[in-house]
């Protein structure tokens, strides 16, 4: 089991370019989400998807989009690249949805820089 | 709504002192779970442990022990005898009741020094 795969490990973007970051679970997990990493500031939750074609904001939805067109994909879209958007991106999933105390189990994040 | 706080932003130690993470937390809802993650310089994150709120057992493995009271919102990790390889950061994180996303502290980053 490869269990949660995000790609690329490391991006360089300009301001208002556009990018999707990936991510894959072979593991038939129901519940997806993406956070980002800012330094002082924890993980913060941006999307998340309880199953294939279902998807709902977190706490710092501004600028990205998702999909979930599979089970075992959910992408992040970035539709124009701002500076603010430089963080670490951490794509994560669960087994079930509405299962409480399920540990998230983390991709090796993706650490886009935006110039 | 949920919080969780780990007011040490930085911790340094000299290699195989002991070394306590604070977390603390604030729910109001009476079923929850509470995490560890550790983040090594490589940038993982590693699950070291779950604890729900109707157990309140300390749990020790290896050099690791985690002190959860209920009465004053705390879920403490201590590393005893600390190694250079626990130099990471840690994060303590919280889910409530059924609830699948984590509320995350700002993490702690501790360095062990040889």
């Known amino acids: 089991n490869a269990g949660v795969t995000q790609t690329p490990k490391f991006q360089v973007l300009k301001t208002g370019q556009s990018m999707t970051l990936q991510c894959a679970q072979d593991m038939n997990h129901e519940y997806m989400s993406w956070y980002r990493q800012d330094p002082g500031m924890g993980l913060r939750l941006i999307h998340y998807s309880v199953g294939a074609g279902i998807t709902d904001q977190g706490e710092v939805p501004n600028g990205y989009n998702v999909s979930r067109s599979t089970t075992e994909d959910f992408p992040l879209r970035l539709l124009s690249a701002a500076p603010s958007q430089t963080s670490v991106y951490f794509c994560?999933?669960?087994?079930?949805?509405?299962?409480?105390?399920?540990?998230?189990?983390f991709g090796d994040g993706t650490r886009l820089s935006i110039l | 709504a949920q919080k969780v706080t780990q007011a040490q932003t930085e911790i340094s130690v000299v290699e195989k002192e002991d070394v306590t993470l604070d977390c603390v937390y604030e729910?109001?809802?009476?079923?929850?779970?509470l995490f560890w993650y550790k983040q090594p310089p490589s940038g993982e994150l590693v699950f070291l442990i779950r604890r729900n709120s109707f157990d309140e057992q300390n749990e020790i493995s290896g050099r690791y022990s985690w002190n959860f009271q209920k009465s004053t919102s705390s879920f403490n990790f201590t590393i005893t005898a600390s190694q250079v390889v626990d130099s990471a950061v840690y994060f303590c994180a919280l889910s409530v009741n059924t609830g699948n996303q984590f509320y995350f502290g700002t993490g702690t980053s501790l360095t062990v020094i040889p």
């Open positions: 994560a999933s669960t087994p079930r949805w509405r299962t409480g105390g399920q540990p998230q189990h």
């Open positions: 729910t109001r809802d009476t079923t929850y779970y």
